[in-house]
């Protein structure tokens, strides 16, 4: 997984002025390395809050993969489970398996070289701020032993926000809803632009130095007491 941008759009969620927002993010690209240009596939909103505005936003667009989703903590969940119809209007949505993708994203973050299942983040103007990554990891896994033996595991908040973790919930799940052949997409990736031509350019004036980068690892184990 490679982080690209992390957005923050502000609003009501009954306005459509909010709405339009968002869908002007929806529709931008990206240009890749190879200069191809990549658009969003798939896009999953939750609608356990002020749902209507949700549905009116996503059902006019499940041709582009852009679904309603609702969370279910159920052990044993998969991480998506189809497309079923919600709300008065059986708006199409996605019941989304919480838990098990939590497990599966921490899993991720304690890998510590890079390869498979690595999770990338970006560097230099669009870095996400240390907040970001402190809502990725504002919550743990207490598992308790219940009589005769059966096991309760039960994700646990550690502070207020936590809307990074929430965010990357649904990216796995809409992962899950595309089931993108990633092979396939690279060799599509083909150089669609020409190379460009560097030239050398005056040394920059100097600038304070970068702030020390953050380390999952730190932010993942508990500080000794």
């Known amino acids: 997984l490679w982080g690209i941008e992390n957005i923050m ?8 002025a909010t709405w339009d927002r968002v869908d002007d993010a929806l529709q931008r690209d990206y240009e890749h390395t190879s200069g191809a240009r990549l658009r969003v596939a798939a896009c999953l909103i939750d609608r356990g809050y ?8 996503t059902r006019p667009r499940n041709s582009r993969r852009i679904y309603s989703c609702y969370g279910s903590t159920t052990p044993g969940q998969p991480i998506a489970s ?7 209007r059986r708006t199409p949505s996605v019941r989304v398996g919480t838990d098990t993708a939590k497990s599966h994203i ?3 973050l304690k ?7 690595f999770m990338h983040f970006p560097e230099g103007p669009f870095a996400f701020d240390l907040e970001y990554f402190e809502q990725l990891v504002s919550e743990h896994e207490e598992i308790t032993w219940q009589p005769g033996g059966k096991v309760s595991r039960k994700w646990v908040k550690t502070r207020a926000r936590n809307e990074a973790l929430d965010k990357m919930v649904y990216l796995f799940a809409a992962l899950e809803v ?7 997409i690279a ?3 083909v150089t669609s632009t020409p190379a460009k031509e560097y030239v050398l350019k ?5 600038q304070a130095p970068p702030p020390p980068p953050i380390v999952l690892a730190e932010l993942l184990e508990p500080a000794p007491p």
């Open 9 to 16: 759009i502000a609003g009501d969620p009954e306005l459509p």
């Open 202 to 206: 005056p040394d920059a004036p100097k």
């Open 82 to 88: 189809g497309i079923t119809r919600q709300g008065s």
């Open 111 to 117: 890998l510590l070289r890079a390869g498979p299942r």
């Open 187 to 189: 060799r599509g990736l």
């Open 178 to 184: 595309l089931r993108p052949n990633f092979e396939s």
């Open 106 to 108: 921490f899993s991720r």
């Open 50 to 57: 002020k749902g209507k505005g949700t549905d009116d936003f």
